[in-house]
């Protein structure tokens, strides 16, 4: 306000001048007027150190966000020497930033990354653009670190300045591969090293893929002469029929193990084997994982226990595994040695076999000893076994029986073997290949069986069933604004609220991504009605979608924080009944289903062109 009196007096002095002829200025007056300019270039002053301050903050910010983000980032000139790095970049090199500047990245990769970086950085510097890759950065003193590399190659008069790149350290997700890889290659050994044959064959033309050294040596094959040959191949004529029966049970799991089954050398002669069945799926189709376990021993064996005792014991004592002969009330008679690893050191003749045998277990386990002995034919079990310590062990149990002069059962011969380990490794694998490791639902691979059996289980019953296709609507801005995590535990979320929207039946697997799929069955036997019906499921859990998403936040010092996020879903569906479409058609239908869904505004349901 005072600066504005000082100029107003200023001009009113101006103005008295003009009106007196012009005359000069009076001391006192000039003085006014300087004295007015001092204040206003003290406040452009002021103004201006307030500015310089406010870019200095700035600046400092924009430093620590460079200099402490969790990633590296440097510039290299068009000759490929570092301009520029931060230390989060000083720190993945292992070396100080002082050190790295004006020297040549090439130099620090690894020796056969070095051509490849060459010809990408070339790349870069020739046409610019932005390019990704992966290459091995060779430390000084911690060995090797993997990185991602996001280049960015610009062009500007500094010609310094040519090209920009990320590091990221992707270390852990590539020691992971390399100890996958290691994994299997190790499973590969034991495969080849096991002592029971072990035999790949392919379910649908039983063509033999892949043997171990053991099998090959059981049936007198070269690995050549056997990738001719298939499952008929290698028994007795006579006994195709018998073998392929038993080879359809053990691809369905009707059965575990078959028994007693004829082999038929390469040199003609017959041996017998019980071989143990495991389905899996190799590249996509179906095969089955054979154990054979010759029994021609055991069988020479059994028949010598009615000569002679004392050979039994010598030959049980060197077999792999637990033998036990029982009397017909199930008391021990004979143990082999290897018992002590399960009981430990302790007399066990005439001692009740069925104590050790796990409560839950137990009946079934005597039922089956009887039945051994009523009916002369031993029964393979697999039950759990308790030791002294309070462990349980999971045995699998094979039975035969020794007879008396008269034909009536005398010994019960248990053969078992500790399938512990094994049992928990098929498990695992079995879970990993069906199941959808974040929202723990059946993948892709177990949707295409459960789907094949829905559309079989609907000829049979001439009932229509229904596969939505749902897809999440803009969820690719939850993990670009919130984060991977975040995303994941909407997507489990997500899962569990379709999944309490349909029946016990139905079922509810993750396609990939934000999309799920979800089978109805045995609907109505008419279209109309079973339409309706997916669309109430449907509109339910279009809902329960729609419901929003509460999720917790961990922030970088630990904190925890909720955030709430809507989402809502785009479903199409797709009716089938009997086998009018193939199953990837009817996927296919539900597909084109939910595009429609998507360019309707989203949020809704649409079923496919065939049903409307």
Known sequence: MKDKAGRASAAGDAAHRQDTGGTDLSMPALLHELECQKRELEDKNAALRQALAEIEAAHNRYLDLYELSPVGYLTLTRDGLIAEINLTGAE?????????????????????????????????????GQQTAEFKLQRPAAGVVYLQL??????????????????????????????????EARYRAIFDKARNGLVVADVASKRLLSANEAFLKMVGYSRDELSELAVPDIHPAAEVPQVSQAFAQLVSG??????????????????????NGSPFVLNGRPCILGEFHDISGRKQVEDALREQKEFFRLIAESIEGFIAVLDTEGRRIYNSPSYALLLGERNLSGTM????????????????????????????????????????RQMESHGGVIRDEQGAVKYVVVVTHDVT?????????????????????????MLNDRLQQAMAASRRSGRYGALMFLDLDDFKPVNDIHGHCVGDCLLVQAAERISRCVREIDTVARFGGDEFVVMLGELNVDLGPSMLEAGMVADKIRLAIGEPFVLDVRAKDGSLSSVELHCTVSIGVAMFLNHEFTEEEVLKLADIAMYRAKDAGRDCIRFSPAET
């Open 254 to 275: 009707e059965i575990e193990a078959a028994e007693n089954i004829p082999v038929r050398r390469h040199d003609g002669r017959i041996i017998y084997v019980d071989i």
């Open 421 to 445: 380990e094994r049992k928990a490794a098929e498990e695992k694998i079995h879970h990993l290949a069906f199941y959808d490791a974040l929202t723990q639902l059946p993948n892709r691979l």
């Open 353 to 392: 076999s069925f104590l050790d045998v796990h409560p839950a277990d137990r009946e079934r386990v005597v039922q089956a000893f009887q039945d051994s002995v009523v009916s002369g034919v031993g029964q393979h079990l697999e039950y759990r076994f308790l030791r002294p310590d309070g462990s349980i």
């Open 150 to 183: 996001d280049c960015l190659g610009v062009r500007r008069e500094d010609e310094r300045l040519a090209v920009h790149v990320t590091l990221t350290d992707i270390s852990d997700k590539k020691n992971a591969e390399i100890a996958r890889e290691e994994s």
């Open 92 to 128: 993945l090199f292992g070396i100080a930033r002082d050190d790295l500047l004006d020297h040549r990245f090439a130099a620090y990769l690894a020796t056969d990354d070095t051509e490849r970086w060459q010809q990408l950085f070339a790349s870069l510097i020739l046409r610019g």
